[in-house]
């Protein structure tokens, strides 16, 4: 069997005045992520891994932030396509492990949801979504709540 893994980092800056969205769900929160797109850092970083497993570069060459289509997307589209990309290739995501720094909101008990929600974009079964989340004990930037950075593990196979 034909495997590869790729891994994928993001980060996004919190902000007032915009919703939060994070696993594909738009959470209750009283800040939002910045950024070009809905700035859905989870799937951003799934994105990443998912293309550099495949060695097809990353999220911004395939979806750049200075394309006006892709203004206000929802990544649940951009983990769709990115899925069909590797898909053209002769790839099917195998699974994915990521890991969510936040020290607030908590976010264990979405946890389920968010893989029911991005399993489907992946053609895969929830439980072969592994999401975790963790603080950063108040240190750095995502510890002073300035932020919330994601990171992915994913393991792709030749179809």
């Keep these: 069997m034909d495997i590869r893994v790729g891994q994928g980092f993001d980060v996004h800056r919190l902000v007032e005045g915009r919703q939060f969205f994070l696993g594909g769900l738009c959470l209750p929160f009283e800040k939002g992520l910045l950024g070009h797109s809905d700035a859905d850092v989870l799937i951003h970083a799934i994105c990443d891994a998912l293309l550099g497993a495949a060695g097809l570069r990353d999220i911004g060459y395939h979806f750049p932030d200075n394309d006006p289509q892709y203004a206000g997307i929802d990544s649940k589209i951009l983990l769709q396509r990115t899925t069909a990309l590797l898909k053209e290739r002769g790839w099917r995501v195998g699974n994915i492990d990521a890991t969510v720094c936040a ?37 750095g930037f995502t510890g002073r709540e300035e932020g919330i950075a994601a990171l992915a593990v994913a393991l792709i196979e030749k179809i």
Excluded: G, H, W, Y
């Design 103 to 139: 020290e607030r909101p908590k976010l264990n008990p979405f946890i389920p949801q968010m893989q029911d929600t991005l399993a489907p974009l992946m053609e895969v079964a929830p439980e072969q979504v592994s999401i975790k989340a963790t603080t950063t004990e108040k240190l």
